[in-house]
């Protein structure tokens, strides 16, 4: 796959170094020529020194061969600005554009684009490993990510069915990891008893 990644910092330079080592070609986009200069010595993608919002700038860094395009600055105005020149004037389906404030998600899919919202990945994360006795794993599909999250039966859960719980806006219930280690998935067909000793599991999308 070819892909250009706009934005050479510390997130740019990450996923460029990874896609470059899975194999595929990577350009690189920055203002900063010193920013560029840090990409890994290993690195064999192409790098291009220029405004990113510049049609001219993104010609020659290579968008218009371009299968993919990661839109990974630290600006979340630019970013949406970026990955609607690359979907609507070059074409480009597969955009994904980083989003720093959460809350501006919304304004990203309204516009058809996909994000990944660090701050959302990160808080959820440390709410789980102050929180939950297991540390929360993440799941990505896509440009997706669900974060799953054990949370211990509390003493008035204990007696109810997993379905009774009041969860968060946005969490969902998937299943309960009973006291003897067996897991149990939350399905339409089957009413599962909480029981001291159990934990809940909770899936969240966070990005």
Known sequence: MNVLVVGGGLLGRKVAEMLDAAGHDVSVIDESEENLSLLDSDFDGVTSVGFPMDIEALKNAGIESCDAVAVTTADDNLNITV??????????????????????????????????????????????ALTSPMQSKQVTFGATTVALSVLPVEKKQVGKYLTQLETRPGD?????????????????????MLAAGD?????RKID
């Open 83 to 128: 990955g609607q020149i690359a979907k609507n004037v070059f074409g480009i389906e597969n955009v994904v554009s980083r989003i720093s404030d959460p809350y501006r998600e919304s304004v990203f899919e309204s516009f058809g684009l996909k994000s990944v919202c660090p701050t959302n990945m990160a808080g959820e994360k440390i709410v789980s």
């Open 172 to 192: 969902g219930l998937f299943g309960v990891l009973k006291g003897d280690g067996k897991f149990l998935l939350k399905t339409e067909d089957t009413q599962i």
């Open 199 to 203: 934990s809940v599991v909770v899936s």
